[in-house]
């Protein structure tokens, strides 16, 4: 192999090592392999580039990854809102009404815990909380006796609810806020907004009580 040729084949390989995280994950049948290990994968890796860009990407939809602006620099909790896009299952950041972070949610699930849409407000936050309504039966000890369960369910002998932990709580209509919580890339939950924690704890810094929360 002539030099001209080994110079092509080296970079050839270089743009297609570079290409790699920014893979959609699809798999030949259409269907989507393991999210969670590829998001673990590609976490960190892709460059930086527009929002725009972010969106186009074909994974977008199905993505766990973050978007992160230069607005998310700044701290103007009155001239912040937050938007949940409930048929892309993402949340959108913005700060004195530029588009700060883009990150995954999970929402009520369809048949009869939809998460309302509209315009609303917080009205409350904790950094720990735990749910009034879901969670486990504990025994005396702490050691759980029935997961999965809902508050008035008959308890076990012996043991007492236990509510999930909410942490990053922002309640923003009755019992519905937005948390922590596992993040399934379908709505999956009782009705709250599920967001990572890391993409939680920035909302939880750059919102404050009184910031508009818009589902739609």
């Known amino acids: 192999m002539n030099m001209k040729n080994c110079l092509t084949a080296c970079l050839c390989g270089m743009l297609a090592a570079a290409m790699l995280p920014a893979c959609t994950g699809r798999s030949k049948t259409g269907g989507y392999r393991d999210v969670d290990a590829w998001e673990r994968a590609t976490r960190n890796a892709r ?33 912040s ?21 883009d990150f995954p949610v999970c929402s009520g699930r369809v048949g009869g815990h ?24 504990v025994d005396a000890n702490d050691n759980i006796v029935k997961g999965g369960i809902a508050s008035w369910e008959a308890a076990p002998a012996g043991s007492h609810f236990k509510g999930a932990s909410m942490p990053y709580w922002m309640r923003f209509n009755g019992a519905i806020g937005m948390h922590v919580g596992n993040v399934h890339r379908e709505s999956d939950s009782h009705g709250c907004v599920r967001i990572p924690e890391e993409a939680c704890k920035i909302l939880f810094s750059k919102l404050g009580v009184g910031s508009r929360v818009i589902v739609k």
Do not use: C
């Open 114 to 137: 939809e998460t309302p849409t509209g315009t609303f407000h917080i009205t409350e936050k904790r950094a720990e909380y735990r749910s009034h309504s879901y969670g486990s039966f």
């Open 81 to 101: 809102y937050v938007v949940i896009l409930l048929a892309e299952q993402r949340g959108r950041l913005y700060i004195n009404d530029r588009i700060a972070m």
């Open 47 to 79: 460059k930086a580039y527009s929002h725009e860009a972010f969106v186009a990407s074909e994974n977008y939809r199905y993505s766990r990854d973050m978007w992160r602006g230069a607005a998310l620099n700044q701290h103007a909790p009155a001239h």
